[in-house]
Structures are given as C-alpha cells and as structure tokens.
C-alpha cells in the first residue's frame, strides 16, 4: 500500500506533460494487477485496467519506445477481465491491444512472449464463438513463438504448451490426427525437460486419452492412466492444482471402464470425483468438478441402473447450470449435460416433464452456441435425439422432419474420422427408418442401410459402441426383409444381431437391447422357414433380454410383448395352455407399464385382442380397454387437429372402434361386455369433440386456484393450428392428475366407466349405432338403472349405408342446398343416378323410408316393448354418420319419440350435471342479411325471422342486426347471454374444425374464438346458419362441427341443420318455436328445446313444404 501511495503522490505532483507520467501509471496499474493476482479482487483488476489505459494515451501522445511493453500490459489485463466477467468486448480489446504491441516490435527479443500472449486470446475468442479463423492465428502465433525460442531455452516451454492446446483444439474441430500426433509430440518434448514435474505429465496424459478416444489403442489409455497417477503422485497433498490432476485420474479411470467393462475402476473414478468436489469448495473451478461428478454418476446409473446415481448425476449437472451465468463459455456444455440427464430419467419412467426438460435445456445449449462454434454441433445431434423420443411419443411429423434437419447438418459439418462422426451417423440411420415406417418411402430406408453399412465399416477393427451399431444394421436389413421378402436380408440381419449379442455390453439395458433384437429376427425366420429351432431360439434370447430389465422401467412393457409374441406364435403351433397363460399374463403386465411409444402400445394392443378374439374370448375386453385407453396420448393434446386428424386415418382409429364394439357385442352372453362395448364407442369416437370438452372443463367443482390455473392453459392450447409447448401441456398435464386425486374428481377429464356414461340416459333412452363388415348393431341404453340392450340391425351392411349416404349427397347437390337462401333448381332425379326418373320427393321419400324399415323401425320396437315414449336421443358413427334418422318415421309414428343428437355419452352427462342459472334467461338475437356492403349473398328473410322473435319474447334480450353484428359485439353477446339465436351465414371447416366460423358483418366469428371465451350462463343457441350440425362423414366417427363445437363450449343444447335451410323457413321456425317456449308466460328450459323444434317441424310438415326443407333441422344435447 506504501508503494501505492508513493506513486499516486508522484503522479500528483507531475506536471502536465511530464515524461515519467507514463512509467508512473505503468507501475501503478502493475501493483494493482499483482493485488489483483494474490487476492482475486475485482476492483483491483478495474484500477489495473485503469492506469494502464492512462500510460497508453499518455505513451501515444509522447511517442515513447516503451509503447509495445505498455500495449502488452493492457491487453493481458482486458483479457483477465474477460475471464471474470465474460464480456466479449474485453476479449476483442485485449486482441486489438495485443496486435498493436506486436506491431511496434519490429524484431524485438521479446517478440515470442508478445505472440504467445496473443495466441492466448484467440484462443479463449475460439472457444467462446467457434471462429475457425481464430483457431488457426492461435496456431499460427503460436508456431512463430516456438520457432523464435531455441532448443533447451527455458522461455521454450510455455510456447511449446500454448502450441499443443491450440493444435489440440483444432484437432477437436477438423478431426486431423496429424494435429494430435503434433500435440503429443510436443506434450512429451515439454515432459523431457522436466519427467516429474505434474502438470507436464498431466498435459501428455490428455494427448494420449485423446488419441485413445480416436483410436481405440488400449496402450494409449495405459500410458495416459500411468501418467495421471504421476502426476498426482508428485503433486503435494495442499497443492491448488492436485484437484486437476486428480479428476484427470478420475476421468482415465471412467475411459477404462467403458472399455474394460470392470466396475472397480468406475467406483475409483467416483470416490475421487467426490473428493476432488469436497476439496474445492469456494474453488473457482468446483463447478467443473460438480460436472465431472455428474457425468460419473450418470455413467454408474447407465450401468447398474441405480436410480439414486441418476439423481445425483441430476443434482451436479443442475447445480452446475446454476453457478454458471448465461453467457458464460461453459454453459452451453453444462445445460447440454443436464438435458442429457433428463433425457435417462425420461427413458426409464417416459415422465413428460423430463422430455421437457431435455428439449428445453437442448434447446437452449443451442441457443446460446454461436453458428460457428464447433460444440453446437454436438448440441445439435443431442437435440436431434429429443425431438426423435417425442416424435416417438406423440408421432407429429413435424418433429420428424426437425430432428432430420439437425442431424444431417452435424453429419454434414463433422468431418471424417471425427470421433463423434459415427454417433451422428447412427442418428441418421435411424430417423431416416422412422420415415420410411411413418412414410413407407423407399428411398428413406435404402439411405438408412447404407448409413448402417458405412458404419459397420468403419467401426470392423474395433469400437466401444460396435454392437450398437451393428444392431442398427440389423434393423435396417430386417425393414428390407419385411418389405421386399429377400431371405439374404434376413440372414444378413440374423448375422448381425448375433455379433452384436456377442460383444461385452458395458449396460445391461443395452444387452437387452440387443437380444430383444436378436429374438425378433429369429421369428421372421421363423415364421418363412418354420423351422422351430428358431422359435425356441427367440424365446430363449426374448426371455434372457427381459430379465435384464428392471422392474418399473418405461421399456419393460415391449420386451414383455415380445416375450408375448413368442408365446402366440407357440401356441399356434403346440396349442399348449401353458403359452396361452404367457400371453395373457406377458400382456396384463404389459399395459400396466407406460410406454414412450404409444402407437406402437396401440398395435401392440390390437395384436393381443387379434389373439384373443380367437383363441381366449375372455381376453378381448382387456385387450380393447389397454389400447382404447392410448387414445388420449395418442391423439395427444399439444398436437395440431389435422396432425390428429391424420393419426386418426392413419392407425384406422374409427374402424378399430367399430371392430371392438362388434366383438365385444358377438361375446355379449358373458357379464359386462356391452358395458365394455359402450366405453369403448366413447372413447374411439367423436375424439376431436372430446378434446374440446377436455379444454372446457366444468370448473364449479374445482378449488378456485386450481379452477384458474386449468382456464389458462387450456385457453393456451385451444388453438389447434399451432402446434403447442411440451411444457404447457406437461403443465396442464400435472395439473389434471393432482385434480383426479381429490375425493369425487378421479374421473374429472378421464374416459369414464358405464356406471358414469349410463346417467347420460337420466332424460331418455340413447341408441349408439355401430358399423362393420361383419354386422350392423345399435346399443340401447334405456335408462341409468338398466344393462344396456344390443338390437342387432340384420338388414343392414356396410355397402347399404354407403349407398344411402351417397344418395342423399346427391340429391342435396340437385336441390342445391350449400347456403342459406339457396333454391331448389329442378326437381327430376335423372338417368345419370340410375334410377327411373323421380322426383326429389320421391327419392327423398325413399330415403327416409329404407332408414325407417331397416334401422329406425327395430328401434321403436325394442323401445316399445319397455313401455317408452317421450325423448330418444341418436350417437350415430362410422357409416351411420350424416343420415337423418330423426326424420324417417311415418307420419303415424313421427311424434312418438322427441328425437335429438349428441357426439358423446359424456357431454350428456356434462349437460346434466352443470348448474342451470337463476336469473331469468336473457336472449341474444343476430340478425345478418349480409356481410359486407355490397349486399352480395343476401338473407332477405332473417329480417323478418328476428322480428317475430322480438315479438314473442317479453324478457330481457339483446338484439344485434346488420352492422351492429360484428364478431366483437356477437362475441360479447354469446358471453353474457344464457339464450342465443344467431340468424347469419356459416362456414364449416372439415379440415380443421375450430376454423369454422359465423359470417357476420365486416368479419368472421371463429368456433375457435368462441371456445376461448368464458361462457357462465350458456344455455341454449339456436343456429339458423348452414351446415351447423354435420360431421366429417369421411373422417369416421367425428361430429365436430359448429353446433357440436358449441355443445362443447359450454350450451347445454342446441338446434342446428343437417344442410342449410332455406331462408323462407326462418320466421317461420322460429316463430312456432320461441312461441312454444314462451307460451302462457312461461320462462324456457334448455330441456323444452326439441320439443319445441318438433312443433316447428311439425308445422313445415303441415304446409307440404319439400322434404329438403324440414328434414335438416335437428337438436343436440339435453
């Protein structure tokens, strides 16, 4: 501090200009930089900065000889603190200072030390941006500071060290062996000069370890192994840097053990790794320890399985991410550790929140790596796997094609003979065999069989991953099997599986792995050659794989149904009970495991129920109900609804359904199966209506912070034209479950059981219809106190309802009834139908007359024989989708039932149990001759229609009409009132459903708008648009449309049309209908609204109107 005060007091007293000002401040900054030094304080390192800034302006003014000395100063200084703060400016300042000091040498002895210093910050530039260009001047500058010291000069052996990093980080980066061959050429040079001294040892140590992680050479490890226990050996007990040279011994110790598989060197590794971390507390390198730690720990866990490693190995890698601010250069390596943690725990309990994790904290390694850095490679090959495990998960192509981008572009910028090359080639192989399974291309897996070639080549000599990618091979040869039937490929794939079983597998899971594989390819052959050595072969090797895994494990339920399989397959051929008893117990464990692929749980599910609908009856219930119960992950929620609506098609969801009700029907003498049958027609149909009730919850019973949470998320996931965050569905996810756990909510947003779905009955019976090649049927369920009743539709097949389907589509084409307002054109049916000319009512006629023969007839009678009349509700799927059956009975049979509709058993039981409000209801009317002001598409009678409304209702109402109807204002009406009546063209958006909108004026009113919006007081809406109440018939067993979109957002019920209604009928309609309602002063019940639309009908029916007229109109809900 002495010298401190002597040189501030000198620089007080010189006067401006003085000569010696300059070396003052010069020698002031070098006292506070030693301060700086001895105690790691950052203001001394400012006033460092500071002083040495002032020589050098001082210096520059005066043109003093000492200049490049000053320049020197400064940019060390910039460049320590760019070490503690991570500033980038700092670095490139220390760069900039550092080449002007060079500059001013002009052949100065003390040039090498100037360049060495230089290679220094461009090296710490490359490892922050990745800059190639950086990378070569540290090796250049660094060449030309070896080149400028003699052999055996002291000076020599810092150059020499600084040269070997800098070839040793270009090696990492282009893969060139003549760079490590360099390094350790040079790291030995340096350990000649002095054999015992530890960080020379260390240093050589860390070039052999490299080429090892090149080569393979076992001798190499050894020398680097022998060397790190050196340089320990001769490091003192207290010495700072002995945690360094014993967390190289660690890391050696783990290199052994993955290539000698023995347990006692990775127990070394982790009891030294522990006492490095607690010898360094307060360490700024601790945190690279707690990293090193961490990935020991995770080794341990992927070899013993022990779940408290892999939470320890958790615990590291976050408490590293978190001592480390964003920006830092080894953040990125941190956080991409951690995602690759997250990545274990998820493959062995499939919890979406640790995919999330992993995607996130992957996602952010990328982020936070600049372009041309060499680590985001890796990064992104990491990456690339995260979106391949939730491609798997949910199978949304999106992620598919995400994950293909990212690994061709590591492929692509990894150069051959790289270490990581072969990882990124497996990677490639197999998401190019996901395409051609998802895609059947091919072309996708040709490419993968020669990525897999490539591979088996270079890795024949030997490699620690060898059997991996062997049984990568396999794979792609068995995919050829399957689809061009060569046996070569079979035993090509045979081959290599039995290779890959035969080399030492570090991890159990792995040995597995590859059995399982083994087993798989033995039954192909199998199943060709029938030769039963190979099916007693693939039991032994299923078997030996399955014991390997252990209990809990998320991958436990496929090696269980491959151990199943093989029992099938014997029982076909011995027909020995014992391997039937495997199959039923193989698959009853199965499902109660979770899977990480759930379509291929669904196919695995449909294989079971195949089996057992043959040969154990008693097995197909829990076969459907195992894979019925997938749906919802299947269709998952954060999916966009045409990618649901693909997986839909794509599995053939709709026909499945209709496939498990009817066995379950054909098995309906035993106890309970039409009760499966009726959970299983609920959870297969209507799936896009369910995930709208999904998102509008009944929130009345939930606690009020639970209740707020849930409106939330599940407004942030109504759109269905985006795909969603992992993280707000796992979000909502959790929610839902913690939820289920409160007493009375276990079934809140799950499919429900009979014993639920039956209350839907509670108003009258519901007749569900089901469609299938082997047989037609309705399910009757009368009432919530009786087993439900098959009445089988014997008349009528699958071609029956395609061709009445098809007619009716072209008669409404003739009548020409797509809006509102359109006429009829000419009534003859022609030749071109292949009819005998008729009239449109005539065919009409003939409609509604073979639906009441064949279908609706057999349902009265069962009906009747119960002794009901009064409220019949229709769930219509499959082929039965679109008819109007509420229109077929004659006109002596027409008012024995009230007829409505609903998508699902459980928006009825939805309905019901919804608090009805206590105020008087409020009606909402909207009136929209047209749209814009041009008075294109004209409604000439909603004018009158809204007229008579306003007549008859004597309540509060609410009335918007021509430009008053705007989607804002309509909106707010729909929010406030309990009854609306909405008079307006429509849309219908098959594709994707939440688009479908009411035309109103200067815009459009989304479904999906109206889904977001809160809807307390919804009771009833009266659509009197076009195409409110038809489904996709081609997108089997879905009733999405406006009026069912509706019913979801909260209106207990509704009346729609079928087709659009001619603008003639609307006063009418709603004159008859809102006068029924409100009649001798009555206030309206939701539950009064069919019975009222059937007294409009009625009255059309009445006046002769044509057939295309009345027949639409139809009611949903209670």
């Known amino acids: 501090?002495?010298?401190?005060?002597?040189?501030?007091?000198?620089?007080?007293?010189?006067?401006?200009?003085?000569?010696?000002?300059?070396?003052?401040?010069?020698?002031?900054?070098?006292?506070?930089?030693?301060?700086?030094?001895?105690?790691?304080?950052?203001?001394?390192?400012?006033?460092?900065?500071?002083?040495?800034?002032?020589?050098?302006?001082?210096?520059?003014?005066?043109?003093?000889?000492?200049?490049?000395?000053?320049?020197?100063?400064?940019?060390?200084?910039?460049?320590?603190?760019?070490?503690?703060?991570?500033?980038?400016?700092?670095?490139?300042?220390?760069?900039?200072?550092?080449?002007?000091?060079?500059?001013?040498?002009?052949?100065?002895?003390?040039?090498?030390?100037?360049?060495?210093?230089?290679?220094?910050?461009?090296?710490?530039?490359?490892?922050?941006?990745?800059?190639?260009?950086?990378?070569?001047?540290?090796?250049?500058?660094?060449?030309?500071?070896?080149?400028?010291?003699?052999?055996?000069?002291?000076?020599?052996?810092?150059?020499?060290?600084?040269?070997?990093?800098?070839?040793?980080?270009?090696?990492?980066?282009?893969?060139?062996?003549?760079?490590?061959?360099?390094?350790?050429?040079?790291?030995?040079?340096?350990?000649?000069?002095?054999?015992?001294?530890?960080?020379?040892?260390?240093?050589?140590?860390?070039?052999?370890?490299?080429?090892?992680?090149?080569?393979?050479?076992?001798?190499?490890?050894?020398?680097?192994?022998?060397?790190?226990?050196?340089?320990?050996?001769?490091?003192?007990?207290?010495?700072?840097?002995?945690?360094?040279?014993?967390?190289?011994?660690?890391?050696?110790?783990?290199?052994?053990?993955?290539?000698?598989?023995?347990?006692?060197?990775?127990?070394?590794?982790?009891?030294?790794?522990?006492?490095?971390?607690?010898?360094?507390?307060?360490?700024?390198?601790?945190?690279?320890?707690?990293?090193?730690?961490?990935?020991?720990?995770?080794?341990?866990?992927?070899?013993?399985?022990?779940?408290?490693?892999?939470?320890?190995?958790?615990?590291?890698?976050?408490?590293?991410?978190?001592?480390?601010?964003?920006?830092?250069?080894?953040?990125?390596?941190?956080?991409?550790?951690?995602?690759?943690?997250?990545?274990?725990?998820?493959?062995?309990?499939?919890?979406?929140?640790?995919?999330?994790?992993?995607?996130?904290?992957?996602?952010t390694a990328v982020d936070f790596t600049a372009e041309d850095h060499p680590d985001r490679i890796t990064y992104l090959g990491s990456l690339s796997g995260f979106l391949e495990q939730r491609y798997q998960r949910f199978g949304d192509p999106n992620d598919l094609e995400n994950a293909l981008e990212m690994i061709d572009e590591a492929v692509d910028n990894t150069p051959d003979g790289h270490p990581d090359k072969c990882e990124y080639l497996l990677g490639l192989a197999a998401l190019l065999q996901l395409s051609y399974c998802r895609f059947g291309d091919l072309v996708d897996l040709e490419e993968a069989l020669r990525t897999n070639q490539a591979l088996d080549e270079l890795t024949k000599n030997g490699h620690p991953k060898r059997a991996n990618y062997l049984s990568s091979l396999a794979a792609s040869y068995i995919h050829r099997y399957q689809r061009l039937g060569a046996l070569s490929d079979l035993e090509a794939a045979l081959q290599k599986d039995r290779e890959a079983v035969h080399i030492p597998a570090t991890a159990n899971h792995d040995k597995a792995k590859y059995l399982q594989n083994l087993a798989a390819a033995l039954t192909h052959r199998y199943l060709r050659l029938h030769d039963l050595k190979d099916l007693e072969a693939a039991?032994?090797?299923?078997?030996?794989?399955?014991?390997?895994?252990?209990?809990?494990?998320?991958?436990?339920?496929?090696?269980?149904?491959?151990?199943?399989?093989?029992?099938?397959?014997?029982?076909?051929?011995?027909?020995?009970?014992?391997?039937?008893?495997?199959?039923?117990?193989?698959?009853?464990?199965?499902?109660?495991?979770?899977?990480?692929?759930?379509?291929?749980?669904?196919?695995?599910?449909?294989?079971?129920?195949?089996?057992?609908?043959?040969?154990?009856?008693?097995?197909?219930?829990?076969?459907?109900?195992?894979?019925?119960?997938?749906?919802?992950?299947?269709?998952?929620?954060?999916?966009?609804?045409?990618?649901?609506?693909?997986?839909?098609?794509?599995?053939?969801?709709?026909?499945?359904?209709?496939?498990?009700?009817?066995?379950?029907?054909?098995?309906?003498?035993?106890?309970?199966?039409?009760?499966?049958?009726?959970?299983?027609?609920?959870?297969?149909?209507?799936?896009?209506?369910?995930?709208?009730?999904?998102?509008?919850?009944?929130?009345?019973?939930?606690?009020?912070?639970?209740?707020?949470?849930?409106?939330?998320?599940?407004?942030?996931?109504?759109?269905?034209?985006?795909?969603?965050?992992?993280?707000?569905?796992?979000?909502?996810?959790?929610?839902?479950?913690?939820?289920?756990?409160?007493?009375?909510?276990?079934?809140?947003?799950?499919?429900?059981?009979?014993?639920?779905?039956?209350?839907?009955?509670?108003?009258?019976?519901?007749?569900?219809?089901?469609?299938?090649?082997?047989?037609?049927?309705?399910?009757?369920?009368?009432?919530?106190?009786?087993?439900?009743?098959?009445?089988?539709?014997?008349?009528?097949?699958?071609?029956?309802?395609?061709?009445?389907?098809?007619?009716?589509?072209?008669?409404?084409?003739?009548c020409n009834v797509r809006t509102r307002g359109d006429s009829a054109s000419s009534r003859l049916f022609g030749q071109e139908e292949h009819f005998v000319a008729k009239s449109t009512s005539e065919c009409f006629a003939d409609l509604l007359s073979w639906l009441w023969t064949h279908i609706v007839s057999h349902i009265y009678h069962a009906l009747e024989l119960v002794v009901y009349n009064g409220r019949l509700w229709w769930l219509p799927t499959g082929e039965f989708t679109g008819l109007p059956l509420h229109a077929s009975p004659p006109i002596d049979k027409f008012n024995q039932f009230i007829h409505s509709y609903t998508a699902t058993l459980g928006s009825l039981v939805e309905s019901y149990t919804k608090k009805q409000t206590q105020n008087a209801p409020k009606l909402g009317v909207v009136g929209v001759t047209h749209t814009d002001p041009s008075g294109m598409n004209m409604l000439k009678g909603v004018k009158k229609e809204v007229q008579n409304i306003m007549a008859i209702v004597k309540g509060p109402l609410d009335c918007l009409e021509g430009e008053q109807a705007t989607p804002e204002s309509v909106k707010l009406q729909v929010q406030e009132c309990s009854w609306v009546h909405l008079a307006c063209h429509g849309k219908q958006d098959l594709i994707e459903p939440s688009q479908s909108h009411l035309l109103l004026y200067g815009g459009s009113l989304e479904l999906e708008t109206i889904l977001q919006t809160p809807l307390p007081n919804a009771e009833f809406v009266f659509l009197a648009a076009c195409q409110t109440a038809m489904g996709d018939a081609d997108l089997v067993n879905e009733s999405f449309h406006l009026g069912g979109g509706l019913i979801a957002a909260g209106f207990r019920s509704a009346v729609g049309t079928m087709w659009a209604m001619n603008d003639l009928d609307g006063p009418l309609v709603a004159q008859i209908f809102y006068s029924h309602l409100f009649r001798d002063g009555r206030q309206p019940k939701a539950g009064d609204t069919a019975e009222a639309l059937q007294v409009a009908v009625n009255e059309l029916r009445d006046r002769k109107v044509p057939h295309e007229r009345w027949i639409p109109f139809m009611h949903m809900g209670i």
Request: one cysteine or more.
């Open 1 to 363: 501090m002495a010298e401190i005060q002597r040189l501030k007091q000198l620089i007080e007293k010189a006067p401006v200009g003085d000569a010696e000002l300059p070396r003052y401040h010069h020698m002031l900054g070098a006292i506070y930089k030693q301060e700086y030094k001895d105690f790691q304080d950052l203001p001394n390192l400012e006033a460092a900065l500071l002083h040495y800034q002032v020589a050098v302006t001082l210096l520059e003014e005066l043109g003093h000889p000492d200049q490049s000395e000053y320049l020197k100063s400064l940019a060390v200084a910039y460049r320590d603190r760019y070490r503690e703060l991570d500033d980038l400016e700092d670095l490139n300042l220390a760069i900039k200072w550092g080449q002007e000091s060079i500059a001013l040498l002009h052949g100065h002895p003390g040039t090498a030390g100037r360049l060495q210093s230089l290679a220094v910050s461009f090296t710490a530039r490359y490892r922050k941006l990745g800059t190639l260009d950086d990378l070569e001047a540290a090796v250049q500058m660094d060449n030309q500071a070896v080149q400028l010291t003699e052999l055996g000069d002291p000076d020599r052996i810092k150059p020499l060290q600084n040269l070997s990093v800098s070839l040793t980080d270009r090696f990492h980066r282009l893969g060139e062996m003549k760079d490590l061959e360099a390094a350790l050429k040079l790291d030995q040079e340096i350990l000649d000069s002095d054999p015992e001294r530890p960080e020379y040892l260390q240093s050589l140590a860390v070039s052999f370890t490299n080429r090892f992680q090149r080569l393979g050479d076992p001798a190499d490890l050894n020398k680097a192994f022998h060397l790190h226990e050196e340089a320990v050996k001769h490091t003192p007990e207290n010495h700072p840097e002995r945690a360094g040279h014993l967390q190289g011994l660690a890391l050696s110790l783990e290199d052994r053990y993955r290539l000698l598989g023995d347990l006692n060197d990775l127990e070394a590794a982790l009891m030294i790794g522990k006492d490095v971390v607690s010898m360094t507390v307060g360490h700024p390198k601790q945190v690279q320890f707690q990293h090193s730690l961490g990935s020991t720990f995770g080794n341990r866990y992927r070899q013993l399985g022990n779940l408290s490693d892999l939470e320890d190995a958790l615990h590291h890698f976050q408490a590293a991410v978190d001592a480390t601010p964003d920006g830092h250069q080894d953040k990125a390596y941190y956080l991409q550790s951690l995602a690759m943690c997250h990545g274990d725990r998820y493959k062995r309990f499939g919890e979406l929140g640790d995919l999330d994790a992993a995607l996130h904290n992957g996602q």
């Open 539 to 814: 039991v032994q090797a299923d078997q030996e794989g399955f014991e390997l895994i252990p209990k809990g494990h998320v991958d436990r339920g496929a090696y269980l149904h491959n151990v199943a399989l093989c029992a099938i397959h014997r029982y076909r051929k011995f027909n020995n009970p014992a391997d039937a008893e495997i199959v039923h117990k193989s698959y009853i464990a199965s499902f109660e495991a979770s899977s990480l692929n759930p379509e291929a749980a669904w196919g695995q599910a449909l294989v079971w129920a195949s089996f057992a609908k043959e040969f154990q009856p008693s097995d197909c219930v829990p076969a459907y109900t195992a894979g019925f119960r997938l749906l919802p992950e299947i269709l998952w929620i954060g999916h966009t609804i045409p990618i649901r609506q693909n997986t839909i098609l794509r599995l053939n969801i709709g026909q499945t359904t209709s496939m498990a009700t009817r066995t379950c029907i054909e098995l309906s003498n035993q106890s309970l199966t039409l009760n499966a049958a009726v959970e299983i027609m609920e959870q297969g149909l209507a799936t896009e209506f369910q995930k709208l009730l999904q998102l509008t919850p009944d929130l009345e019973k939930l606690q009020s912070e639970d209740a707020e949470l849930l409106q939330n998320l599940s407004c942030q996931l109504y759109s269905g034209r985006a795909p969603h965050s992992l993280h707000i569905v796992n979000e909502w996810d959790q929610l839902v479950k913690k939820i289920q756990k409160q007493p009375g909510l276990e079934h809140f947003l799950q499919p429900k059981p009979y014993d639920v779905l039956c209350h839907a009955s509670r108003g009258g019976p519901i007749v569900m219809l089901n469609s299938h090649k082997n047989g037609c049927d309705a399910i009757i369920i009368v009432n919530p106190a009786s087993e439900p009743v098959n009445v089988p539709l014997v008349d009528v097949g699958i071609d029956h309802l395609k061709f009445q389907r098809a007619m009716l589509k072209k008669l409404l084409g003739h």
